[in-house]
């Protein structure tokens, strides 16, 4: 259980799915500005894989606190990583967005291969910050504090 398959645990009950990500990772404080973009319900809340919470959540499902190369996505008392959390972060979204969630019918193992690729590469491609962004006044509540 401590590597970064497909973890179903019950880790947290929260009115509000999470999204947990790589806080100073440039691609996903930009994938976390889309997402606000299109939840025009603003259900999603975030928090950085570095925080506090963070890394409790990490920790509670068992997987390694340093390897940042996964989201996780905390939806209805289950975690889900990799591709299984991006394509349930769709469900959420307005649009034609929604319809990416149909991709979870190719087994995860394929769908992994151009996860991984990506987040191996994505500083490379996108750099990274020294620190987490800090929200704008109006989005701030969709942000857990430590």
């Known amino acids: 259980m401590g590597t970064q398959q497909e973890v179903q645990k019950s ?3 929260s009115t509000h799915p999470i999204l947990l990500y790589d806080g100073v990772c440039n691609f996903c ?3 976390v500005q889309f997402i606000i973009q299109h939840d025009k319900k603003g259900l999603i809340h975030f928090a950085s894989l570095q925080s506090t919470f963070g ?8 997987l390694p606190t340093q390897d940042l190369k996964s989201l996780l996505f ?3 008392g289950q975690i889900y990583s990799r591709s299984s959390g991006a394509l349930r972060i ?7 967005w ?6 979870i019918i190719i087994p995860k193992p394929f769908r992994d291969i151009i996860y991984n690729f990506i987040a191996k590469n994505r500083y490379k491609w996108f ?3 020294e620190e987490c962004i800090l ?3 109006d989005i701030r509540s969709r942000f857990l504090q430590d």
């Open 11 to 13: 880790v947290v009950e």
């Open 29 to 31: 404080n930009k994938t």
């Open 55 to 62: 890394q409790q959540k990490t920790k509670e499902a068992q």
């Open 74 to 76: 905390i939806d209805k």
């Open 90 to 96: 769709s469900k959420y979204l307005n649009g034609a």
């Open 98 to 103: 929604k319809l990416l969630y149909v991709f």
């Open 127 to 129: 750099g990274k910050t």
């Open 135 to 137: 929200p704008s006044p």
